[in-house]
T-cell receptor
Framework: AQTVTQSQPEMSVQEAETVTLSCTYD???????LFWYKQPPSRQMILVIR??????QNATENRFSVNFQKAAKSFSLKISDSQLGDAAMYFC???????????FGTGTSLTVIP | ETGVTQSPTHLIKTRGQQVTLRCSSQ?????VSWYQQALGQGPQFIFQ???????GRGNFPPRFSGLQFPNYSSELNVNALELDDSALYLC??????????????FGEGSRLTVL
């Protein structure tokens, strides 16, 4: 079975600084997708960024980028120039190409300090 | 484009009762997934409906059941409520039953409290 582990329950960052959130996963599949979702206090999960496992190039979306290490099964999220609106719970998620469910980690609560 | 909407947003039930949660999928989406998010945890997959048929189920007992309607809206029913069923229930829609497009669009959830 696939598992997703986020070892940082809480992180904090100064506004305008950079922070990296960690995620590791376990799978026997060779083709899959990885995601970072943001859940602000309003509760609605919002996709931040996604990575297809077959792509070697790390995904980037504006201030958000990932470091995808397939062999190490590691998928970290880097947030540059942190803003107050980035404060939220961040979930790493795995989606296999043969299944139909996502597996989520337990989340990292990010605080942005003004 | 209308997003995923869920109702009710909050509800309180007592142990042994039954509850129905509703979800309207995003326009153009034919797949709905339900997740349970206990306090301080990540979402756990309950089941998925694709074109009105159950298309996968997580490790939840049969008292968790669902429906999908021709307009692709969906219901989650939970019978014989237990205290541990207290959680945020998230509905997510997507345009395919597979991971090909890979993205789920979530509603804001229904917060269920079982006393």
């Amino acid at each position: 079975a696939q598992t997703v582990t986020q070892s940082q329950p809480e992180m904090s960052v100064q506004e305008a600084e950079t922070v990296t959130l960690s995620c590791t996963y376990d799978t026997s599949e060779s083709d899959y997708y990885l995601f970072w979702y943001k859940q602000p206090p309003s509760r609605q999960m919002i996709l931040v960024i996604r990575q297809e496992a077959y792509k070697q190039q790390n995904a980037t979306e504006n201030r958000f980028s990932v470091n995808f290490q397939k062999a190490a099964k590691s998928f970290s999220l880097k947030i540059s120039d942190s803003q107050l609106g980035d404060a939220a719970m961040y979930f790493c998620a795995y989606g296999g190409n043969t299944g139909n469910q996502f597996y989520f980690g337990t989340g990292t609560s990010l605080t942005v300090i003004p | 484009e209308t997003g995923v909407t869920q109702s009710p947003t909050h509800l309180i039930k007592t142990r042994g009762q039954q509850v129905t949660l509703r979800c309207s999928s995003q326009s153009g989406h034919n797949t709905v997934s339900w997740y349970q998010q206990a306090l301080g945890q990540g979402p756990q997959f309950i089941f998925q409906y694709y074109r009105e048929e159950e298309n996968g189920r997580g490790n939840f007992p049969p008292r968790f059941s669902g429906l999908q309607f021709p307009n692709y809206s969906s219901e989650l029913n939970v019978n014989a409520l237990e205290l541990d069923d207290s959680a945020l229930y998230l509905c997510a829609s997507s345009s395919t039953g597979r991971m090909d497009t890979g993205e789920l669009f979530f509603g804001e959830g229904s917060r269920l409290t079982v006393l």
